[in-house]
């Protein structure tokens, strides 16, 4: 029987390391009842509160479906609310919620520790060769 051939290509690791990152994140939240994909618009809101749905669409690469929904079930939890921008009344604001900016403190430490043991054994100095590199794919792709 062959073995099958592993992968190994930038896009196949890149996916595949970000996916399982987001999985743990999401396994060591669930106590939390919270997802990674809804803790990454709750630390975007605990940086800044009040932002539009397009605000937080962009800052967490997500398409507006996406943003609906997940902005849907945290407000069902009663972690954030909409809320009528002042000026432009067609706009909706995304807010915390006292229950919801209650949660960063163990979310924060939950995600840390999270990223603590996913890079164990991996020494600060490849770390920063690790994030320069995916940075700068980043700016390449927003170029593109």
Do not use: F
Request: aromatic share 2%; charged share 30%.
């Amino acid at each position: 029987m062959k073995k099958a051939k592993t992968d190994n290509s930038l896009p196949t690791l890149i996916g595949k390391a970000s996916r399982l990152m987001s999985n743990q994140i999401s396994k060591n939240l669930a106590e939390y009842q919270v997802t990674a994909e809804q803790w990454a618009i709750l630390d975007s809101l605990w940086e800044e509160d009040g932002q539009t749905q397009q605000q937080l669409a962009n800052q967490t690469n997500k398409n507006k479906a996406s943003i609906t929904h997940l902005i849907d079930n945290l407000e069902k939890r009663k972690l954030v609310k909409r809320v009528t921008h002042e000026k432009d009344r067609r706009n909706k604001m995304v807010c915390l919620t006292p229950d919801g900016a209650e949660l960063k403190g163990p979310l924060t430490k939950t995600v840390k520790q999270t990223i603590k043991h996913l890079t164990k054994g991996l020494d600060k100095k490849d770390m920063k060769g690790c994030r320069k590199v995916l940075k700068k794919l980043v700016q390449n792709l927003v170029e593109a």
